[in-house]
T-cell receptor
Framework: DAGVIQSPRHEVTEMGQEVTLRCKPI?????LFWYRQTMMRGLELLIY????????DSGMPEDRFSAKMPNASFSTLKIQPSEPRDSAVYFC??????????FGSGTRLTVV | RKEVEQDPGPFNVPEGATVAFNCTYS??????FFWYRQDCRKEPKLLMS???SGNEDGRFTAQLNRASQYISLLIRDSKLSDSATYLC??????????FGKGTTLSVSS
């Protein structure tokens, strides 16, 4: 099992640019989560999907953030336009009924 | 009030020491409880689930007190490799996990 796969591992971009983060969940997992981690705020849930349907997006900070899950094996988190305060580590995690979340290695985003 | 609160530490202990971390949660409807471990610049990984009766996994013991909404993790005979951040996690059925900000442990020789 390859685990949860995220790309890119690192992203440095200029303020105002569009950023797209990608995630491939573990095969067979029907829930997918996007988290953001910063020193100040810790690990925060942004949005989660169940069977490809967004269930709770109350953690999405503002309209600049959007997430999609077009199929069971792929999800994206997009930030447009990006701002320096978006700099953080973004984790994707997946789970199925009866299992706890398994995290990907994360994307370290720096917006300059 | 934050949903899951932990003492951020750091806890600095010598090898062989016993160390305990505490965590409180605000939502009495929480049903599942976990401890995750996160190494520096790595992703969080499940350390152990926490059950009402308390449970042990080798040198690690987890306890849950539902009445006090309190969770603990005890590490006996600390190893250098135990140095990490320990995240207290709760959730209700059908919702996402809620993470504490973590407690940092540093074990020295």
């Amino acid at each position: 099992d390859a685990g949860v796969i995220q790309s890119p591992r690192h992203e440095v971009t200029e303020m105002g640019q569009e950023v797209t983060l990608r995630c491939k969940p573990i095969s067979g997992h029907n829930s997918l989560f996007w988290y953001r981690q910063t020193m100040m705020r810790g690990l925060e849930l942004l949005i989660y999907f169940n069977n490809n349907v967004p269930i709770d997006d109350s953690g999405m900070p503002e309209d600049r953030f959007s997430a999609k899950m077009p199929n069971a094996s792929f999800s994206t988190l997009k930030i447009q336009p990006s701002e320096p305060r978006d700099s953080a580590v973004y984790f994707c995690a997946s789970s199925s009924s009866g299992t706890s979340d398994t995290f990907g290695s994360g994307t370290r985003l720096t917006v300059v | 009030r934050k949903e899951v609160e932990q003492d951020p530490g750091p806890f600095n202990v010598p090898e062989g020491a016993t160390v305990a971390f505490n965590c409180t949660y605000s939502n009495s409807a929480s049903q599942s409880f976990f401890w995750y471990r996160q190494d520096c610049r790595k992703e969080p990984k499940l350390l152990m689930s926490v059950y009402s009766s308390g449970n042990e996994d080798g040198r690690f013991t987890a306890q849950l007190n539902r009445a006090s909404q309190y969770i603990s993790l005890l590490i006996r005979d600390s190893k250098l490799s135990d140095s990490a951040t320990y995240l207290c996690v709760v959730n209700q059925a059908g919702t996402a996990l809620i993470f504490g900000k973590g407690t940092t442990l540093s074990v020295s020789s």
